[in-house]
């Protein structure tokens, strides 16, 4: 591929065949005369060898300087050629001298120009990069020789105007390392304009969908401007491009030219080109020779043909018929030109069809800071070892099986110790999944961080954990064949399946509109925060409670817990998913054999939603962690205290009475009193601030020392009024009313007050 190296300005930089460093990164100027006058007309360029194949100076039509000279003609200095002046808006009048050596053979630009202008194109590099075709002294010189050779003779003609630094990209081919060189070649090209169309059209009017519709833009942008293909490789591999030049045995009929495109014919086989040849030149086969061309078909080409020519196309075979067109599309976002649109071109040209009705186009993945993942800058992430884990010194030696340098791996190996110091940790590929689908936000990168796999497979072993310890309250239950609301439901049963309720309804939603993070968080969270952190610890003191009605009423909905939200993760985690549903007891009646073949959770079937218990478990969660925050502030995380729960109404009263049993568990306290707006909590409390109808007070007598907290109280408060004099002294100064922003005078005076 081809490599684009920034350059500041001057550099020297080694290339294959060169016993020195050839100079880029700077503009020579060097002057033509004009034919006919004492004028010269002053160019710039940052190949100036180049300049042997220049066939015309191009300057902007409306500029000044130049309107006395349009339709002149300039001398080339080393040639008898004479060099039209022409006008085009292309050039940049403000920049540099406003006028521009065109090179139609060596330049994208000037190929352009040239073509608007009819001017002559001269190939003056071999394929060797030796200059040809110039008829001067030059012809033979290797280019980055002439290079030299030409400023030279410049200096000797008197022409030569100056060199300065210019910032530039050079493209450099990341296998040879040598410097690309835009050349014109007789290819085959392909009318692209109605096959655009049509599939513009078909991403206007909605049968096909591009996702996320961001690319839509792109898509427009392409094929609504599109340009003949060039199609035609010259290389070793690849589909061979079935057109063959004819030769006739006929002296009635002229010899054709390979650049003549009357020569050529096409076909399936030898045979059937040899019969259109034949038809096409009025002469019988027998008198035709046929050589096919050695070109290739671009890639892009033969993988545009993927959707219907891996089912046998164009026979009407059965799996053509089956599988062709399909439904969805996932590919990167890089390739939607590239790919996609070849892919729809074909098939509508050649079947009729689109072939997939939607597109969904994933971000590229790049590493934790952002960049591009590079052999040479060390930080390229395979798969299998973030999977299985790898230590620094065997990725160190992955690098040695490639094909970079001895500089190239240097720097990629202090790439590597500096991301990966301790090596990549092992992760499974059940957290990698999870971690790229839960990256996958619609947007065109991801910033793979390993740290943050690591931290799906901690997650993988709480569901391990936790599993192992929601089962010791499975052994030898009868399980019923559904779970069917009984009225023994507990507060907290409830609203464990409302919030499962939940979790199905976002993981269906974020499966169907393609919204893989919503799906991935709507399953963290539900197995995380809710099930494992709040229910399985509300469950403990009713599983060792001798209430048999909420025992079995609690087993059930912990076991429909378990069973949906595997049903949920399997997608995402399905080697994990699959070994615990294995291990869960089986329902009456359900002998599905594994969780990848079982139904996805209806939320018509789950519909237990209650949102005015999630609101009073909400309050419920906040107030047990304001509560630990408290427990926190003074060293009690081991040490269990009475908690008073005062309440300014009765509605928030009568919550928290609901909720006794839940608080007491989830703020390990020893004893929940509820009081009411006119009772006080006993002295010896400390006391923090839930909402305006609640605050929590933590009994702390005789669980610490108070002469100790008091101290630690008048060293904060001695810190805060230290703080708050600072405050005041720059607030009275005369020049902060003036300086300072208004918005900081009033975050100042809130701070004060």
Not at 55 to 73: C, F, I, S
Not at 595 to 603: A, H, L, M, R, Y
Not at 640 to 663: G, P
Request: proline content about 5%; overall charge negative; charged content about 25%.
């Amino acid at each position: 591929q081809v490599n684009k190296q920034e350059l500041t300005g001057r550099t020297m930089l080694s290339i294959p065949g060169y016993d020195h460093k050839v100079e880029f990164g700077v503009l020579i100027s060097f002057a033509y005369p004009v034919v006919d006058s004492d004028e010269e007309l002053v160019v710039a360029t940052t190949r100036i060898e180049t300049m042997l194949g220049d066939t015309g100076v191009a300057v902007h039509p409306e500029d000044p300087k130049y309107k006395h000279l349009h339709g002149k003609y300039v001398q080339h200095p080393f040639t008898d050629r004479k060099l039209p002046v022409v006008c085009d808006e292309m050039v940049e009048r403000d920049f540099g001298t406003g006028a521009v050596k065109i090179t139609p053979s060596h330049d994208p630009n000037d190929y352009e120009c040239g073509k608007r202008h009819n001017l002559k194109f001269i190939n003056i590099f071999s394929d060797d990069g030796d200059v040809i075709n110039t008829n001067t002294e030059f012809d033979g010189m290797k280019r980055f020789t002439a290079r030299t050779a030409v400023v030279e003779a410049l200096k000797n003609r008197g022409l030569y105007r100056g060199t300065k630094d210019n910032p530039m990209v050079v493209p450099v081919c990341s296998r040879s390392k040598d410097i690309v060189e835009p050349l014109i070649k007789v290819q085959w090209f392909m009318d692209c304009k109605e096959a655009a169309k049509r599939s513009v059209d078909a991403v206007r009017n909605g049968q096909l969908k591009l996702i996320p519709d961001m690319h839509c833009k792109t898509w427009y942008h392409w094929l609504d401007n599109i340009r003949d293909w060039c199609i035609s490789r010259q290389l070793w591999w690849g589909h061979r491009i079935p057109a063959y030049f004819v030769t006739i045995d006929d002296s009635s009929i002229p010899k054709g030219e390979e650049t003549d495109g009357e020569y050529w014919v096409s076909g399936r086989s030898e045979n059937e080109a040899t019969n259109k040849a034949a038809k096409k030149f009025n002469v019988c086969p027998s008198k035709i020779k046929l050589r096919q061309d050695e070109d290739v078909l671009d890639t892009w080409f033969s993988s545009g043909l993927l959707p219907f020519s891996i089912f046998d196309w164009p026979q009407e075979t059965e799996d053509l018929k089956t599988f062709f067109p399909g439904t969805l599309l996932e590919t990167g976002h890089d390739i939607l030109f590239f790919w996609v649109a070849r892919m729809v071109m074909f098939s509508l040209m050649l079947t009729d069809k689109l072939p997939f009705e939607e597109v969904y186009l994933h971000a590229m993945v790049r590493d934790a800071h952002g960049r591009k993942m590079s052999k040479s800058l060390g930080n390229v992430i395979d798969p299998l070892d973030v999977v299985t884990g790898i230590s620094l010194e065997d990725l160190h030696k992955s690098l040695l099986t490639g094909n970079l340098d001895e500089k190239e791996v240097k720097k990629a190996m202090a790439g590597q110790k500096e991301d990966y110091p301790n090596g990549i940790p092992e992760c499974g590929s059940d957290a990698l999944r999870f971690a790229l689908s839960a990256y996958t936000c619609q947007g065109r990168d991801i910033n793979l961080d390993v740290n943050r796999i690591l931290g799906y497979r901690h997650f993988c072993n709480k569901l391990w954990n936790a599993f192992k310890f929601a089962l010791l309250y499975m052994l030898g239950a009868l399980l019923e064949s559904g779970l069917k609301l009984n009225g023994h439901e507990s507060h907290m049963d409830l609203w464990i399946l409302s919030k499962l309720s939940q979790a199905v309804k976002l993981s269906s939603d974020g499966l169907a509109k393609y919204e893989f993070p919503v799906y991935t968080t709507a399953v963290f969270n539900f197995w995380l925060y809710e099930l494992c952190d709040v229910y399985l610890e509300c469950l403990k003191p009713v599983f060792s409670g001798n209430n048999p009605d909420a025992i079995m009423t609690s087993r059930n909905v912990l076991y429909t817990c378990l069973d949906v939200a595997l049903h949920l993760t399997s997608p995402l985690m399905p080697f994990i998913s699959e070994e615990l549903w294995q291990r869960l007891p089986r329902r009456s009646g359900d002998d599905t054999p594994s969780v990848t073949v079982s139904n996805w959770p209806e939320i018509e079937k789950l519909n237990w939603r209650n949102e005015k218990i999630e609101q009073e478990v909400d309050f419920v969660l906040n107030l047990n962690k304001v509560t630990r925050s408290l427990r926190s502030e003074y060293n009690l995380t081991k040490t269990k205290a009475d908690l008073y729960v005062h309440c300014n109404d009765d509605e928030t009263k009568a919550i928290v009475t609901r909720y006794v049993t839940t608080i007491q568990t989830l703020s390990y306290s020893s004893l929940v009193k509820v009081l009411g707006s006119s009772e006080k909590p006993p002295p010896g409390c400390a006391v923090a601030i839930v909402n305006d109808k609640c605050n929590v007070n933590l009994m702390l007598k005789g669980l610490i020392d108070l002469e100790k907290e008091i101290s630690k109280l008048a060293t904060k408060r001695a810190d805060q009024e230290k703080k708050l004099k600072s405050l005041q002294d720059k607030i009275s100064k005369e020049e902060y009313k003036k300086k300072v922003p208004a918005n900081v005078q009033t975050s100042d005076a809130d701070k004060v007050s």
